[in-house]
């Protein structure tokens, strides 16, 4: 079992819709759990970071963590167009030194 | 706001010669990586560094790959004999403490090895 699966899409929704976007793992010594969206050929940006279990909002964006199931969500309210672009799911153990390991990516475009 | 920096954007090189990745972490930041993406794969860890030393590799990073923050500043990662495998975006990242997780990423350094 890969440590971090992510289903690669692509995802292709209108404007205005619900996106929700998923990874699931298998390491239960990961407790920081981060989302990053990525333009093509360009370096990951960080959007959302959650420690542990629970729920985070900022703006048209929530992440979730369910670390019983060993399941993380971003939901993207009211996408917009200039929301089209990878998004990189991301955890990692205790400890500052601790690598990020990353999900594939899901390729999300967001249709005018 | 604060960014890593990368140079340079694109390299071409050679395969079996020497190239240098430099990047400029965060002012403040005590926790620096590498990570690179092959074209179309995960992005994967090479190697943390903190304190001066390497705190943890991947089985990537092997003796042809090194690190070095040779001033306050700045940040390297070395590949010494190129081979054409080596081709991918090569990323820098920088985090503040033991106790903030958030890792800041760079633009990328495109490594193109012909």
């Not at chain 2, 890593?4 to 965060?26: A, D, F, K, N």
Request: aromatic letters at 14%; one cysteine or more; a negative charge.
């Amino acid at each position: 079992q890969k440590e971090v699966e992510q289903d690669p899409g692509p995802l292709s929704v209108p404007e205005g819709a619900i996106v929700s976007l998923n990874c699931t793992y298998s390491n239960s010594a990961f407790q920081y759990f981060m989302w990053y969206r990525q333009y093509s050929r360009k370096g990951p940006e960080l959007l959302m970071y959650t420690y542990s279990s629970g729920n985070k909002e900022d703006g048209r964006f929530t992440a979730q963590v369910d670390k019983s199931s060993k399941y993380i969500s971003l939901f993207i309210r009211d996408s917009q167009p200039s929301d089209s672009a990878t998004y990189l799911c991301a955890m990692s153990g205790e400890g500052g030194s601790e690598k990020l390991v990353f999900g594939k990516g899901t390729k999300l475009t967001v249709n005018p | 706001e604060p960014e890593v920096t990368q140079t340079p954007s694109h390299q071409v090189t050679q395969m079996g010669q020497e190239v240098i990745l430099r990047c400029v972490p965060i002012s403040n930041h005590l926790y620096f990586y590498w990570y690179r993406q092959i074209l179309g794969q995960k992005v994967e860890f090479l190697v943390s560094f903190y304190n001066n030393e390497i705190s943890e590799k991947s089985e990537i990073f092997d003796d042809q790959f090194s690190v070095e923050r040779p001033d306050g500043s700045n940040f390297t990662l070395k590949i010494r004999s190129t081979k054409l495998e080596d081709s991918a975006m090569y990323f820098c990242a920088s985090r503040w403490t033991s106790y903030e997780a958030e890792a800041f990423f760079g633009q990328g350094t495109r490594l193109t090895v012909v």
